[in-house]
């Protein structure tokens, strides 16, 4: 990995079900190395489903494979959904690696049988 001067990585979340932003939806950043998954950081989203910062910028920002992982069933239930035990979806896990310095947006759309994720600008 390398440093990515001006790199950021930013996500946020969309409930499709309610057409809302996702609020309060746990989201967990890994790196991956090999086969050494490293947990940097904790967040929730906020009222417009984002986060109040980048999950990665400056120094902290590496080129590399990383997993964001989205509690969306813990997100589910709060809004009052019935899941069924299992759910369908729960924890969401989306791997995807950053190759150049620049930003990376991944955002992620769910509902309680499907999710879709891009890679935004």
Do not use: W
């Amino acid at each position: 990995m390398t440093k990515a001067e001006g790199g950021r990585l930013t996500t946020h979340v969309l409930d499709t079900a309610s057409g809302k932003p996702a609020e309060g939806l746990s989201i967990s950043l890994f790196r991956i190395e090999g086969d050494v998954r490293t947990l940097l950081k904790k967040v929730a989203t906020n009222s417009d489903g984002r986060c109040d910062a980048p999950l990665l910028a400056g120094d902290e920002f590496l080129t590399g494979e990383y997993e964001l992982v989205f509690a969306a069933g813990d997100y589910l239930r709060r809004q009052g959904t019935e899941l069924p035990q299992p759910a369908f979806l729960d924890i969401v896990p989306i791997r995807f690696g950053m190759a150049e310095r620049t930003h990376y947006h991944v955002p992620l759309l769910i509902s309680p049988y499907s999710y879709s994720t891009y890679r935004g600008s």
